[in-house]
């Protein structure tokens, strides 16, 4: 059991420092909005390779998870591209009655905003 958590931790590790390092090279850290589906279906098909056990319901529970990041990957990239995160989204319109002065400045954008919305 402790093997299996520690090999899922060194994927996700990997994956992680993967990421970061295209991220750097892009500019964008909003790439790795695109990999919170496909990491956990990795890390439930480590669980599922090495749990010694094949029964129906571990195979319905992998099979569950693999729906669920697909599903949600689907409807991210549907709503936002393949890389748009909530970083890159636009200001939203100011408040009915707010008066706006002129500057230079773009409107500040919260950098990790809710997917829904």
Excluded: N
Excluded at 36 to 56: D, E, H, K, M, N
């Amino acid at each position: 059991m402790l093997q299996t958590f520690l090999l899922i931790w060194a994927a996700c590790l990997a994956g992680g420092v993967a990421l970061w390092v295209v991220s750097r090279k892009l500019s964008d850290v909003s790439i790795v909005d695109v990999a919170w589906g496909p990491a956990f279906l990795v890390a439930a098909g480590i669980a599922f390779g090495r749990g010694g056990q094949s029964s129906f319901w571990h195979f319905l529970l992998l099979a569950m998870v693999a729906v669920w990041a697909l599903v949600f990957q689907y409807q991210r990239t549907r709503r936002y591209g393949p890389s748009h995160g909530p970083a890159s989204r636009a200001a939203p319109a100011p408040a009915e009655g707010v008066v706006q002065t002129e500057s230079s400045e773009e409107p500040e954008v919260a950098e990790h905003a809710p997917l829904s919305g």
